[in-house]
Protein backbone atom coordinates (compact mmCIF):
# COMPACT_ATOMS: atom_id res chain seq x y z
CA UNK A 1 0.00 0.00 0.00
CA UNK A 2 1.22 3.54 -0.82
CA UNK A 3 1.47 6.11 1.25
CA UNK A 4 0.58 9.58 0.51
CA UNK A 5 0.81 12.76 2.93
CA UNK A 6 -1.97 14.91 3.20
CA UNK A 7 -0.32 18.35 3.99
CA UNK A 8 1.26 21.20 2.37
CA UNK A 9 3.72 21.36 5.34
CA UNK A 10 7.38 21.02 3.67
CA UNK A 11 8.89 20.37 6.91
CA UNK A 12 6.76 17.89 8.04
CA UNK A 13 6.95 16.02 4.32
CA UNK A 14 10.67 16.10 4.20
CA UNK A 15 10.95 14.27 7.38
CA UNK A 16 8.95 11.39 6.25
CA UNK A 17 10.51 11.12 2.45
CA UNK A 18 13.60 10.85 4.24
CA UNK A 19 12.33 7.94 6.09
CA UNK A 20 11.34 6.71 2.50
CA UNK A 21 7.62 6.97 3.71
CA UNK A 22 6.39 9.43 1.26
CA UNK A 23 4.99 7.96 -1.94
CA UNK A 24 2.95 11.45 -2.54
CA UNK A 25 1.62 13.68 -1.49
CA UNK A 26 -2.16 15.22 -1.17
CA UNK A 27 -3.23 19.20 -0.77
CA UNK A 28 -6.30 20.80 -1.32
CA UNK A 29 -7.48 24.18 -0.91
CA UNK A 30 -8.34 24.17 3.30
CA UNK A 31 -3.86 23.01 3.47
CA UNK A 32 -2.72 25.27 1.14
CA UNK A 33 -4.82 28.02 3.16
CA UNK A 34 -3.14 26.48 6.23
CA UNK A 35 0.22 26.83 4.66
CA UNK A 36 0.07 30.23 3.97
CA UNK A 37 1.57 30.26 0.99
CA UNK A 38 0.94 30.67 -2.28
CA UNK A 39 -0.32 27.80 -4.45
CA UNK A 40 1.82 27.50 -7.29
CA UNK A 41 4.88 28.33 -5.32
CA UNK A 42 3.80 25.74 -2.22
CA UNK A 43 3.02 22.83 -4.67
CA UNK A 44 5.92 23.29 -6.97
CA UNK A 45 8.58 22.95 -3.37
CA UNK A 46 6.66 20.17 -2.49
CA UNK A 47 6.95 18.63 -6.79
CA UNK A 48 10.68 19.36 -5.58
CA UNK A 49 10.94 17.21 -2.78
CA UNK A 50 8.94 13.86 -3.67
CA UNK A 51 8.83 11.85 -6.88
CA UNK A 52 5.24 10.53 -6.89
CA UNK A 53 2.31 11.62 -7.41
CA UNK A 54 1.50 15.44 -5.91
CA UNK A 55 -2.06 16.17 -6.13
CA UNK A 56 -2.83 20.39 -6.73
CA UNK A 57 -6.94 21.35 -6.58
CA UNK A 58 -8.54 22.99 -8.70
CA UNK A 59 -10.56 26.42 -7.92
CA UNK A 60 -13.71 26.37 -10.49
CA UNK A 61 -16.20 25.00 -10.60
CA UNK A 62 -16.99 24.76 -14.21
CA UNK A 63 -15.75 22.46 -16.44
CA UNK A 64 -14.00 24.49 -18.92
CA UNK A 65 -12.14 26.51 -16.07
CA UNK A 66 -11.45 23.42 -14.31
CA UNK A 67 -9.40 22.07 -17.29
CA UNK A 68 -7.31 24.81 -17.68
CA UNK A 69 -6.14 25.31 -14.27
CA UNK A 70 -5.50 21.64 -14.60
CA UNK A 71 -3.24 22.81 -17.44
CA UNK A 72 -1.83 25.27 -15.63
CA UNK A 73 -1.21 23.36 -12.53
CA UNK A 74 0.70 20.08 -14.82
CA UNK A 75 3.09 22.51 -16.03
CA UNK A 76 4.32 22.91 -12.25
CA UNK A 77 5.67 19.75 -12.76
CA UNK A 78 5.69 15.87 -14.09
CA UNK A 79 4.47 14.26 -10.58
CA UNK A 80 1.22 16.79 -10.86
CA UNK A 81 -2.65 14.80 -10.34
CA UNK A 82 -4.89 17.37 -10.97
CA UNK A 83 -7.39 17.03 -7.84
CA UNK A 84 -10.91 17.80 -9.20
CA UNK A 85 -14.41 17.60 -7.08
CA UNK A 86 -16.87 14.78 -7.99
CA UNK A 87 -19.23 16.97 -9.83
CA UNK A 88 -20.51 16.20 -13.23
CA UNK A 89 -18.21 19.45 -14.28
CA UNK A 90 -15.14 17.69 -12.16
CA UNK A 91 -16.00 14.24 -14.38
CA UNK A 92 -16.30 16.06 -17.71
CA UNK A 93 -12.54 18.00 -16.50
CA UNK A 94 -11.50 14.61 -15.61
CA UNK A 95 -12.24 12.60 -18.91
CA UNK A 96 -10.33 15.60 -20.89
CA UNK A 97 -7.73 15.67 -18.51
CA UNK A 98 -6.90 12.23 -18.63
CA UNK A 99 -7.47 12.17 -22.04
CA UNK A 100 -4.33 14.46 -22.36
CA UNK A 101 -2.54 12.11 -20.39
CA UNK A 102 -2.22 13.76 -17.23
CA UNK A 103 -2.87 12.14 -13.78
CA UNK A 104 -6.11 13.11 -11.83
CA UNK A 105 -7.71 12.71 -8.54
CA UNK A 106 -11.50 12.81 -8.19
CA UNK A 107 -11.98 14.09 -4.75
CA UNK A 108 -14.87 14.67 -2.50
CA UNK A 109 -16.36 10.91 -2.95
CA UNK A 110 -19.17 9.73 -0.88
CA UNK A 111 -20.58 7.21 -2.35
CA UNK A 112 -19.64 3.69 -4.21
CA UNK A 113 -21.63 5.05 -7.21
CA UNK A 114 -19.62 8.10 -7.82
CA UNK A 115 -16.63 6.23 -7.76
CA UNK A 116 -17.96 4.30 -10.66
CA UNK A 117 -18.68 7.20 -12.21
CA UNK A 118 -14.95 8.41 -11.64
CA UNK A 119 -13.72 5.22 -12.85
CA UNK A 120 -15.17 5.32 -15.94
CA UNK A 121 -14.26 8.84 -16.58
CA UNK A 122 -10.47 7.84 -16.55
CA UNK A 123 -9.75 8.95 -13.00
CA UNK A 124 -6.26 8.12 -11.96
CA UNK A 125 -7.10 8.39 -7.86
CA UNK A 126 -10.71 7.91 -6.48
CA UNK A 127 -10.52 9.81 -2.66
CA UNK A 128 -13.30 8.44 -0.56
CA UNK A 129 -13.53 10.49 2.63
CA UNK A 130 -13.51 8.02 5.33
CA UNK A 131 -13.55 10.54 8.20
CA UNK A 132 -16.24 12.77 7.05
CA UNK A 133 -18.93 9.95 6.63
CA UNK A 134 -17.62 8.65 9.88
CA UNK A 135 -18.19 12.33 11.38
CA UNK A 136 -22.20 11.85 9.93
CA UNK A 137 -22.07 8.04 11.39
CA UNK A 138 -21.71 6.30 8.33
CA UNK A 139 -18.90 3.81 7.83
CA UNK A 140 -16.59 5.19 5.83
CA UNK A 141 -14.56 1.83 5.74
CA UNK A 142 -17.62 0.20 4.08
CA UNK A 143 -17.39 2.54 1.11
CA UNK A 144 -13.58 1.64 0.77
CA UNK A 145 -15.02 -1.45 0.64
CA UNK A 146 -17.95 -1.38 -1.52
CA UNK A 147 -15.71 0.33 -4.44
CA UNK A 148 -12.48 -2.45 -4.17
CA UNK A 149 -15.30 -4.98 -4.98
CA UNK A 150 -17.06 -2.64 -7.84
CA UNK A 151 -13.22 -2.15 -8.89
CA UNK A 152 -11.98 -5.61 -9.03
CA UNK A 153 -15.27 -6.86 -10.36
CA UNK A 154 -14.64 -4.92 -13.60
CA UNK A 155 -11.03 -4.67 -13.82
CA UNK A 156 -10.79 -0.85 -13.33
CA UNK A 157 -7.29 0.39 -12.72
CA UNK A 158 -8.55 3.66 -10.73
CA UNK A 159 -6.44 3.29 -7.40
CA UNK A 160 -8.36 3.97 -4.83
CA UNK A 161 -6.89 6.47 -3.05
CA UNK A 162 -8.57 6.11 1.29
CA UNK A 163 -8.75 10.01 2.44
CA UNK A 164 -10.08 11.62 5.14
CA UNK A 165 -7.67 9.53 7.26
CA UNK A 166 -7.89 10.75 10.93
CA UNK A 167 -6.90 7.22 12.79
CA UNK A 168 -4.04 4.55 12.74
CA UNK A 169 -6.99 1.66 12.48
CA UNK A 170 -8.49 3.74 9.64
CA UNK A 171 -4.58 3.22 7.97
CA UNK A 172 -5.40 -0.23 9.21
CA UNK A 173 -8.41 -1.21 7.94
CA UNK A 174 -7.75 0.85 4.48
CA UNK A 175 -4.97 -1.93 4.28
CA UNK A 176 -7.14 -5.03 4.87
CA UNK A 177 -9.54 -4.07 2.71
CA UNK A 178 -6.72 -3.24 -0.24
CA UNK A 179 -7.17 0.30 -0.82
CA UNK A 180 -4.59 0.85 -3.32
CA UNK A 181 -2.80 4.25 -1.04
CA UNK A 182 -3.84 5.84 2.08
CA UNK A 183 -3.45 9.92 2.22
CA UNK A 184 -2.97 10.91 5.91
CA UNK A 185 -1.59 14.13 7.91
CA UNK A 186 2.14 13.30 9.28
CA UNK A 187 1.15 13.01 12.23
CA UNK A 188 -1.68 10.27 12.14
CA UNK A 189 1.06 8.27 10.72
CA UNK A 190 3.84 9.02 13.19
CA UNK A 191 1.20 7.78 15.32
CA UNK A 192 1.24 4.02 13.67
CA UNK A 193 4.74 3.55 15.56
CA UNK A 194 3.01 3.62 19.07
CA UNK A 195 2.38 1.23 21.34
CA UNK A 196 2.21 0.87 25.39
CA UNK A 197 4.34 -2.19 25.04
CA UNK A 198 7.10 -1.09 23.07
CA UNK A 199 7.41 1.65 25.81
CA UNK A 200 6.77 -0.14 28.54
CA UNK A 201 9.79 -3.34 26.90
CA UNK A 202 11.79 -0.23 26.63
CA UNK A 203 11.96 0.91 30.29
CA UNK A 204 12.20 -2.34 31.22
CA UNK A 205 15.29 -2.84 29.27
CA UNK A 206 17.04 0.63 29.90
CA UNK A 207 16.76 -0.40 33.38
CA UNK A 208 18.20 -3.34 33.23
CA UNK A 209 21.24 -1.26 30.84
CA UNK A 210 21.36 0.81 33.80
CA UNK A 211 21.82 -1.74 36.48
CA UNK A 212 24.43 -3.59 34.65
CA UNK A 213 26.28 -0.73 33.19
CA UNK A 214 26.20 -1.87 29.81
CA UNK A 215 27.98 -0.45 27.09
CA UNK A 216 28.39 -0.24 23.51
CA UNK A 217 30.56 2.90 22.55
O1 LIG B 1 -7.51 14.27 1.64
C1 LIG B 1 -8.70 14.82 2.08
C2 LIG B 1 -8.54 15.28 3.47
O2 LIG B 1 -7.66 16.35 3.53
C3 LIG B 1 -9.78 15.63 4.18
O3 LIG B 1 -9.54 15.35 5.48
O4 LIG B 1 -9.86 15.48 7.88
O5 LIG B 1 -10.50 17.42 6.43
O6 LIG B 1 -11.85 15.35 6.41
P1 LIG B 1 -10.49 15.93 6.61
Known amino acids: MKFFVDTAEIDAIAELNDLGMVDGVTTNPSLIKKSGRDIIEVTKAICDLVDGPVSAEVTATDADTMIKEGRKLVEIAENIAVKVPLTWDGLKACKVLSDDGHMVNVTLCFSANQALLAAKAGATFI ?4 GRLDDINLDGMELIEDIRTIYDNYGFETQILAASIRTVNHILDSARIGAD ?25 LADIKAADIKIL
Request: no cysteine; net charge neutral; charged share 15%.
Open 181 to 205: VITAPPAVIKSMVHHPLTDKGLDAF
Open 127 to 130: SPFI
